[in-house]
């Protein structure tokens, strides 16, 4: 029974994850900020035969990603299979630019974007699967291009890539994995253009593919592109 840890399960990307990957066969620790959200979320999973534990709390608070593995490593018997750092912090909304950036709100974004991705891949390394346990870090386009108004989430995404690309290097019997879901049509996108239609962008579960790909696959550790990696399938018109 392979075991993963979903963060920012709740909601959007990483609820469409869980649900792809409890589809597949795989257990689940999930974590989200809002308990009612993420009830509701694992009540959907194990209505479809998922075993799933959901803890709700903040990925930054010690305690709550310590909780996060052992319920792993319960489930799996001493063995993780994967650690999805999906959960992340857009900032002020609407996005300031860095000159007028509060700094208290910056190391908010700095703890929830990229420490606790680190501090929770630290908490699971004894434990995941070797070889083969993977990490996947969730980024975004922004930590590569130089979007303004973005310099805040930008750069905390820029600095997960790196300490990624760095954890991968260490850790050769590893897969460890960046990868860009692309503009997705969620909450938080909605919150990053507050009063625009984003009607525009796809649901998240077009990204669900290539993330599944990773989580199962044998891609090398590296950057990727999830709607790029393997692309959901066109919907099939009905006969007549």
């Known amino acids: 029974m392979r075991v993963a840890i979903v963060t920012g399960a709740s909601r959007g990307l990483g609820q469409a994850l869980a ?22 979320a694992a009540h959907d999973l194990v209505t479809r035969g998922a075993v799933v534990r959901a803890i709700p709390g903040d990925v930054a608070d010690p305690a709550h990603r310590r909780a996060l ?16 750092n999906n959960a992340s912090l857009l900032g002020p909304s609407p996005q300031p630019a860095l000159g007028a950036y509060p ?22 390394l004894a434990v995941l699967r070797r070889p083969g346990g993977r990490i996947v870090n969730v980024t975004s386009d922004a930590a590569v291009e130089a979007y303004e108004g973005w310099g805040g989430y930008g750069s905390s995404k820029a600095a997960l890539e790196q300490l990624t690309a760095v954890l ?16 997705l049509r969620t909450q938080m996108h909605q919150e990053a253009f507050p009063g ?7 649901l998240p579960d077009v990204a669900v593919p290539g993330l599944l790909a990773l989580c199962e696959g044998d891609l090398p550790s590296g950057r990727y592109k999830a709607q790029e990696l393997a692309p959901a399938p066109e919907p099939v018109e009905a006969i007549a």
Request: proline share 5%; charged share 25%; glycine share 10%.
């Open 168 to 183: 991968a290097a260490e850790h050769p019997d590893l897969y460890v994995y960046r990868v860009d879901p692309g503009d």
């Open 103 to 124: 700094l208290d709100v910056l190391r908010r974004v700095y703890e929830v974007n990229v420490v606790s991705p680190l501090a929770l891949a630290q908490d699971a």
């Open 69 to 84: 593995v052992e319920a792993a490593v319960e489930l799996g018997g001493g063995v993780v299979d994967a650690v999805v």
């Open 19 to 40: 649900g792809g990957l409890a589809d597949r066969g795989w257990s689940l620790v999930l974590d989200g900020r809002g308990a009612d959200a993420l009830a509701a």
């Open 196 to 202: 625009e239609d984003i009607s525009d962008r796809p």
